[in-house]
């Protein structure tokens, strides 16, 4: 099969992607107890991206000692995180690939332990999948975040990234300030389409300053929440434009999360969080990564053929084989490792060293 669309350079700003296949963020805990990158880290997104993936992003990365989603996350808040970032986007770079680092704050999904003691979100609504009270965040503790996430930004960009992407999605912080059913403020953050999307076109309006006009700004979303009064596809078309005014340059497009329980995992598996992609692409102008279930070659290039993105992401079919690309490039499908959809990989959540049952090297 060819793949005359999947093999397409991409540019934006001044950053080339050499073809559209993109290694999404994902939380393998395989850095330091204290979140610098490790051997173990930088081997696993090396090989990966040496296997012709234009696009490698680095996962879940805390902006703070308490906004981290496992023990063994990445950090990019400490002047110690910068120098081990490096080696990591140095690799990433040199393998072929383009390195982008994730940036993340739990808010109310997180455990208590890694959230200092006190869990924080919008308002003081639990989550339904923790069932905790978070503490409602103040004007001034808002203030603070939304400086957290610009700082590991400006860390991100001085380590050798060449993108960030906030993480707007999966029912953590970002995700929740915009999602009406998490955000019951009556303050400039909540309330209004446009005050859900503040604490997001704030960051992208003072990251830009920081970090120059040829560094990529992208965001990851869950365009549709599938919870009850969550975020449906129609807001999130209003959000997303009103993000683009503000300096954004890719929307990554996802659904559901950790509030959504086993309907995420449905969704993906028959193809509709691909679709939401389409959905999205048809109202912006910018370029747009379609996520979800996606394990095979074959499926990223109809994706592309079809007009529901510009670039394809492939997380679990890349960690079963790193060469999955490489293989269907050469025409040599079935040697492909197929991932199996078990989601070992998927639900190990906080616990360090993220395994695979088909890939056993990681």
């Not at 490790?38 to 308490?66: K, M, Q």
């Not at 970002?174 to 997001?200: C, H, W």
């Not at 279930?293 to 492939?314: H, N, P, T, Y």
Request: hydrophobic residues 40%; contains cysteine.
């Amino acid at each position: 099969m060819a793949y005359k669309f999947l093999t397409r350079p991409l540019t934006v700003r001044n950053t080339t992607f050499p073809n559209r296949v993109v290694f999404p963020p994902v939380q393998t805990n395989y850095a330091s107890e204290t979140g610098e990158a490790t051997d173990r880290l930088i081997r696993f997104h090396e090989t990966i991206a040496r296997n012709n993936v234009g696009l490698s992003i680095v996962g879940a990365t805390g902006i703070s000692p308490h906004s981290r989603l496992g023990p063994q996350s990445l950090c990019l808040y400490d002047d110690r995180h910068i120098a081990p970032a490096r080696r990591l986007f140095d690799a990433i770079r040199k393998a072929g690939s383009v390195p982008a680092v994730q940036l993340n704050h739990g808010g109310r999904v997180m455990s208590p332990e890694l959230a200092g003691g006190t869990v924080v979100g919008p308002s003081a609504l639990a989550s339904p999948a923790a069932g905790i009270v978070p503490h409602a965040l103040s004007l001034e503790e808002v203030e603070q975040i939304i400086g957290q996430f610009v700082h590991a930004a400006e860390a991100a960009k001085t380590a050798g990234a060449a993108m960030v992407e906030f993480h707007g999605a999966h029912s953590f912080l970002l995700n929740q300030f915009m999602s009406p059913a998490s955000n019951t403020r009556n303050d400039k953050y909540g309330g209004s389409t446009e005050n859900r999307a503040r604490i997001v076109r704030e960051i992208l309006e003072r990251t830009r300053p920081r970090v120059g006009n040829d560094f990529v700004l992208g965001l990851r979303m869950s365009v549709d929440e599938y919870v009850d009064g969550g975020l449906t596809v129609e807001e999130s078309r209003k959000m997303v434009n009103l993000f683009i005014e503000s300096g954004l340059d890719i929307i990554h497009v996802s659904g559901g999360g950790i509030d959504t329980g086993p309907r995420m995992i449905q969704e993906a598996a028959e193809g509709n969080i691909v679709k939401l992609a389409g959905e999205i692409k048809k109202f912006v102008n910018i370029p747009v990564i379609a996520v979800g279930g996606i394990l095979r070659l074959e499926q990223a290039e109809s994706a592309l053929k079809d007009g529901l993105a510009d670039m394809v992401a492939l997380a679990r079919a890349l960690i079963a084989d790193p060469k999955l690309v490489t293989k269907s490039l050469d025409g040599k499908p079935e040697t492909v490792l197929e991932c199996t959809g078990c989601l070992q990989c998927f639900m190990e959540g906080e616990r360090p060293g993220m395994t695979c049952s088909v890939n056993e090297n990681l």
